[in-house]
């Protein structure tokens, strides 16, 4: 399983509230959710992930209430995984549990920068911001982990699995 694309970078302790206000959580409709997805730290996020398929973001990313929508307005506006020093445990479940892949690897973070281009490799265990010419090693993610995200998360899965 791989990951390739320009970053959009943020800093630390970005909370589900950042991620995705309150005042969307009266739907439950992704693409709803997606047009409002960071838009109180960064109005031009939608614009962004236009060309940047990958988030980078500081230390305890997703922290905050454990809404499910937080993660799901991020996989459905474009990105395709998060890089980030650390995640909020809870956050981290839940975007794996709907198929959003997400890494965490301090350096990377530390000597990224917007724009940049990353290649993420999974199944090795490495990242390359092919921008700089660094490769940076990651925990490779297990079999059941990556065959939850490319089934677009745990209850599509078990739903193939069952039917």
């Known amino acids: 399983m791989k990951a390739e694309g320009k970053i959009v970078k943020y800093g630390d302790n970005i909370d589900t509230d950042v991620i995705i206000p309150a005042r969307y959580l009266?739907?439950?409709?992704?693409?709803?959710?997606?047009?409002h997805c960071?838009?109180?730290?960064?109005?031009?996020?939608?614009?962004?992930?236009?060309?940047?398929?990958?988030?980078v973001a500081g230390d305890n990313f997703g922290c905050g209430s454990s809404r499910e929508h937080a993660p799901i307005s991020i996989k459905e506006s474009g990105i395709k995984c998060i890089v980030a020093?650390?995640?909020?445990?809870?956050?981290?479940?839940?975007?794996?549990?709907?198929?959003?892949?997400?890494?965490d690897c301090p350096q990377a973070v530390e000597e990224a920068c917007d724009g940049d281009?990353?290649?993420?490799d999974f199944d090795n265990g490495s990242i390359v911001n092919q921008t700089k010419n660094k490769t940076y090693k990651i925990h490779p993610f297990p079999e059941f982990i990556q065959k939850v995200i490319q089934e677009n998360g745990l209850i599509s899965m078990v739903k193939k699995q069952f039917s």
């Open 85 to 103: 020093k650390s995640f909020a445990r809870i956050f981290y479940r839940n975007a794996i549990n709907i198929g959003l892949a997400i890494i």
């Open 117 to 120: 281009t990353f290649s993420i």
């Open 26 to 35: 009266n739907t439950s409709d992704p693409k709803e959710l997606a047009l």
């Open 38 to 55: 960071m838009e109180d730290l960064d109005t031009g996020f939608v614009e962004k992930v236009k060309t940047c398929s990958i988030m």
